[in-house]
């Protein structure tokens, strides 16, 4: 092997590592979900507010996040701030309140706010451009097989331990994660960006202030937003209250859909890199993705009774499409604003997924609960109908801003 094979591997594993755990946090309340309703007499919009401080603490370190990872590298950053989720993860497994429970999934979330970024930081130093779309889709698919190890090996977990057993290997194994970051990874010949404060954060107004910004944001924050808030929580109650299954049976489907997920992320990201080889822009691959996204929502909200695991496993496999933009809007901006640029997109993406994730459950908190103790059917389809409806207006903005930047407006 080359040298600089085995350095590229040594800054792909570290940094796939911690976006593994990343989403094994974002979706396991999906299958713990009933031990904490019940331990804790949690509602829906309770569940919804707990399990969404993830995305809000996420979400508010978003922006002085791309000024470090400039700054000071993504080595660094992604090594302290692990350590910040193992301290969440310990604070979350001896919680003794819903309090207690938020405090630590809100650590959690700061803590692993630079698993993505800080790779994809890491991979424009390292990699060349025309290889962003295809390592950077490796690197979701290490978050793929994080959401499988979520569903069906967290269900098997809980037959040895319980939930806070469950949290607390999970610390120790951030704790791990952090070190072998921290320790694994090369540093990059003048990486950091040394430029004055000051001019690194008109680097944030350059991003926030950029046409071709708003005109991407949009569809691929509800879009993305609709996909977390759903699959990393209501796509478990909605198997048990909209299918009938057991939580094994649900387990099983998040398992496939977390699959389909990961298969996703590598096919979205290769089939990404080879249109663009035959002139198809990123963002176009991107576009169509979202729309065909949007159509298997509308299946699930038609309710497709025996179809159901196949339904979420195409949720779960063309949903991964939310994330083309990222390397898209990359590509458009200097490379010097890469971590601006991403994490602006994921400030936003984050702070939706948070309103999203709580809104779902609020709404299904204004129906009456069914007889046997299980989510109206109705709060589901109104929920899910209302995010749907949001991508479609984003996608209508889409083709009137790109009219609106052909006349320079």
């Not at 993860?89 to 692993?112: K, P």
């Not at 120790?172 to 040394?194: I, N, S």
Request: hydrophobic share 55%.
């Amino acid at each position: 092997m080359s040298d600089q094979f085995l350095s590229r591997l040594r800054v792909f594993i570290p940094f796939a590592l911690g976006y593994f755990l990343s989403y094994l946090y974002r979706l396991v309340n999906a299958v713990i979900a009933p031990n904490l309703t019940s331990d804790f007499s949690l509602g829906p919009a309770e569940l919804g507010l707990l399990t969404s401080a993830y995305f809000i603490s996420f979400a508010a370190f978003q922006l002085p996040l791309g000024v470090l990872l400039d700054r000071f590298g993504p080595r660094r950053i992604e090594a302290a701030l692990l350590l910040c989720a193992a301290s969440g993860a310990l604070t979350f497994g001896c919680a003794e309140s819903l309090l207690g429970l938020v405090v630590g999934r809100a650590l959690i979330g700061l803590g692993v706010s630079a698993c993505l970024m800080a790779a994809f930081k890491a991979f424009t130093l390292w990699f060349p451009t025309r290889q962003w779309p295809r390592i950077n889709g490796l690197q979701l698919a290490a978050g793929g097989l994080g959401a499988l190890s979520a569903t069906v090996p967290v269900e098997a977990a809980l037959q040895f331990t319980d939930w806070r057993g469950v949290f607390l290997l999970l610390a120790a194994a951030t704790a791990a994660v952090a070190v072998a970051v921290f320790g694994c990874v090369p540093e990059k010949a003048q990486e950091a960006d040394r430029s004055r404060l000051a001019d690194q954060l008109r680097g944030i107004g350059r991003v926030f202030t950029s046409p071709v910004f708003w005109r991407v944001a949009p569809l691929a924050t509800f879009s993305q937003a609709t996909y977390m808030s759903i699959i990393s929580l209501w796509a478990g109650p909605w198997l048990r209250d909209n299918a009938g299954l057991d939580r094994s049976g649900a387990a099983q489907v998040l398992l496939w859909a977390a699959a389909a997920m990961t298969a996703g992320y590598i096919v979205m990201g290769l089939l990404t890199e080879w249109l663009g080889r035959r002139g198809v822009k990123a963002m176009d691959t991107g576009l169509w993705g979202m729309t065909l996204f949007m159509a298997v929502q509308a299946w699930i909200i038609l309710e497709p009774g025996g179809w159901a695991p196949l339904a979420w496993a195409a949720f779960g496999f063309i949903g991964t499409t939310g994330v083309i933009p990222y390397p898209a809007l990359t590509m458009s901006f200097p490379s010097h604003l890469a971590g601006r640029v991403n994490t602006g997109l994921n400030l936003l993406v984050f702070v939706a997924a948070f309103a999203a994730q709580w809104g779902i459950g609020g709404i299904i908190d204004l129906f009456t609960v069914t007889a046997a103790g299980t989510y109206a059917p109705q709060g589901y389809r109104l929920s899910f109908g209302i995010m749907l409806g949001l991508q479609g207006v984003c996608l209508l903005w889409y083709f009137a801003a790109e009219r609106l930047l052909r006349r320079g407006r």
